[in-house]
């Protein structure tokens, strides 16, 4: 990799069960300036989604045990995040149904690495157009193609469960939020065991350490006996 910071490399999370392609893409990609994260099957796939920020998803269909289209809704269920389907299959019929079901482009196998990366660079650009949706009067706002938060003009890559997190507090940014709302609202738990509400306890201080950066200060506060909401510069 060069040493570019990650902030200025896009990253793209591959979901490939050839462990051939699977390190050859890697490593394509890493070349022309991109950071890479790799799963073999669905399973880890959405695990690695859910886990790290990333800016694209490249999806193969053809995956073992969960079928690459199940990785598809899933994501989508879950996020808006830009996805590139790769696939073997050669009717129509796969193309429609990923495009029906949210992908934002198809390619057929096999391709040239080439025509990936246009593909990739097409897919980013149309993700990057202005779209910001303003969530709130206040100085923070969400761009739900890219799921970054942007502070102040600062732009920070969050994860899918991060930015789940702080949508629902930015709904009502004036009204503290309790940990069993946001483990119902998030996660769609409705238990509040400490074991669950530490999830949530977790997240939150993810979240602050990606959000409350110098030029930033402080962005969420805890309210005792309550829960979490924005500080007062934000509400």
């Known amino acids: 990799m060069s040493g570019q910071g990650d902030a200025e490399r896009d990253s793209i999370l591959l979901i490939e069960d050839e462990a051939e392609v699977r390190r050859a893409t890697v490593a394509y990609l890493e070349k022309h300036g991109f950071d890479v994260v790799s799963a073999s099957n669905g399973e880890e796939g959405l695990f690695l989604f859910g886990e790290s920020a990333h800016h694209l998803v490249v999806l193969d269909l053809n995956l073992p045990s969960l079928d690459g289209m199940e990785v598809l809704k899933n994501i989508r269920q879950r996020s808006h995040l830009p996805v590139l389907v790769v696939s073997a299959r050669q009717g129509g019929r796969d193309r429609i149904n990923a495009l029906e079901h949210g992908a934002d482009d198809f390619l057929t196998k096999p391709y040239l690495p080439q025509e990936l990366l246009a593909r990739i660079r097409a897919v980013l650009r149309r993700a990057k157009l202005p779209s910001i949706l303003e969530q709130s009067k206040t100085a923070i706002t969400l ?36 940990r069993q709302e946001l483990l119902r609202r998030v996660w769609g738990e409705q238990a509040d065991d400490a074991k669950s509400l530490r999830k949530v306890d977790i997240q939150i201080s993810r979240l602050r350490a990606r959000l409350e950066r110098p030029e930033v200060g402080e962005v969420l506060e805890s309210v005792y006996g309550v829960g979490y909401q924005l500080t007062a510069k934000f509400r």
């Open 143 to 178: 761009d739900p193609n890219s799921r970054s938060v942007i502070v102040h003009g600062l732009r920070i890559r969050v994860t899918p469960t991060e930015f789940a997190v702080i949508s629902v507090l930015l709904e009502d940014p004036t009204r503290a939020m309790t």
